[in-house]
């Protein structure tokens, strides 16, 4: 007896979601070299104080709205480090200024050296202790450019005036490289 096969109809599967997933868009921030345009919230200090020196501004954007910046560490591939809430005694201050819960913050930092477009990089600690790092281009800055309407004397003995015995010079912020 042949028995001829019995013809079976293939059906496809049902197909069910399993879960619904969201990949991740968010956006990391960014940030932007604004140059020195007569800020002055920081000085050669590891603490924030003015020294008549035009600041260096960075504009960050893209920050995450429910998130306070707690720290923030800025190196200069070049040179420099700078923090804003860093260690007594540690690297030059950074300033940040930030309204709450904005998207966007300034940066300020002190320039210790002609600034001709080295790259930098900066590590943001946020209230829950995850950090992000930036990398962007700078541009140019002179760090003898003073605040408008100030301008630097000499003194009788030749040197600039708010320098010398009991006063330090400006010299390289923390961890940076100097050519020799």
Do not use: C
Request: glycine share 12%.
């Amino acid at each position: 007896m042949n028995k001829k096969p019995q013809r079976r109809w293939f059906s496809p599967p049902h197909v069910r979601e399993l879960e619904s997933r969201t990949l991740l868009s968010a956006a990391l921030p960014t940030a932007t070299w604004i140059g020195q345009d007569a800020h002055d919230l920081v000085g050669p200090y590891s603490s924030p104080g003015p020294d008549d020196v035009q600041d260096i501004h960075i504009a960050l954007a893209g920050l995450p709205t429910d998130r306070t910046i707690v720290q923030a560490n800025i190196v200069g591939y070049q040179g420099g480090q700078w923090m804003y809430n860093g260690p007594p005694n540690g690297p030059w201050a950074a300033a940040l200024v930030r309204s709450n819960q904005s998207s966007t913050a300034d940066l300020y930092i002190d320039p210790f050296q002609a600034e001709t477009g080295q790259y930098f990089f900066i590590a943001l600690t946020y209230d829950d202790q995850s950090t992000v790092t930036i990398g962007f281009q700078g541009g140019t800055a002179d760090p003898n450019l003073r605040m408008p309407g100030n301008s630097v004397a000499l003194s009788g003995s030749g040197r600039m005036a708010g320098t010398g015995p009991g006063k330090a010079p400006r010299s390289a912020p923390t961890g940076s490289r100097m050519p020799i």
